[in-house]
């Protein structure tokens, strides 16, 4: 990634209480050695990653990226290790309206000449990576978290992966 572009992702970004919640679930883990737990600012789901992108294009995107949603409750209670040994949080049920912003954030970006990923998109919270080989397990609190807005986000890799909201978008009268 040279200097004249950026690294940038569509997101959910929990608030306070749900992150607390999260880190309990991240926390409640005997990770093996191996295991590289996510970072507490780093917890969040991901609607769309767009990659790198050129500086100048950031404003229209922020601009452009608006689209309507209705609020929803995202679920999770439970923990579930993919493929490639990432352990995760995935919500159970995946909520309609859920599925409805990612597409039609995926039709924004198209309209934007930028190709969403052709994957099935299957939302989750990543709680590590190289996480092979578990031991036991504490599960956290249900969470139920509201999801009134959503952020378009800056990953800045040369300082440890550091995000950064650069356009939040909150549903009228939600701030998030």
Request: proline share 11%; aromatic share 10%.
């Given at each position: 990634?040279?200097?004249?572009?950026?690294?940038?992702?569509?997101?959910?970004?929990?608030?306070?209480?749900?992150?607390?919640?999260?880190?309990?679930?991240?926390?409640?883990?005997?990770?093996?050695?191996?295991?590289s737990p996510a970072r507490t600012e780093q917890l969040h789901v991901t609607l769309h990653f767009l990659g790198s992108v050129p500086?100048?294009?950031?404003?229209?995107?922020?601009?452009?990226?608006?689209?309507?949603?209705?609020?929803?409750?995202l679920e999770f209670g439970h923990r579930e290790l993919w493929h490639g040994s990432i352990a995760v949080l995935a919500p159970d049920?995946?909520?309609?309206?859920?599925?409805a912003l990612h597409a039609s954030l995926a039709e924004a970006?198209?309209?934007?000449?930028i190709t969403p990923e052709a994957r099935a998109y299957r939302p989750h919270v990543t709680l590590a990576r190289r996480a092979a080989h578990l031991t036991e397990t504490i599960a956290?609190?249900?969470?139920?978290?509201?999801?009134?807005?959503?952020?378009?986000?800056?990953?800045k890799t040369g300082d440890?992966?550091?995000?950064?909201?650069?356009q939040a978008y909150a549903k009228p009268d939600h701030p998030i």
């Open positions: 990634m040279g200097a004249d572009t950026v690294r940038l992702f569509i997101a959910l970004w929990p608030g306070p209480a749900v992150r607390a919640a999260l880190v309990q679930w991240r926390d409640g883990v005997a990770w093996p050695a191996s295991a500086r100048e294009r950031i404003t229209q995107l922020a601009q452009r990226l608006r689209v309507p949603f209705d609020p929803f409750e049920p995946v909520p309609a309206p859920l599925l970006l198209e309209r934007l000449g956290g609190p249900p969470i139920a978290w509201r999801v009134d807005g959503y952020a378009l986000m800056q990953s440890g992966s550091a995000y950064s909201v650069v």
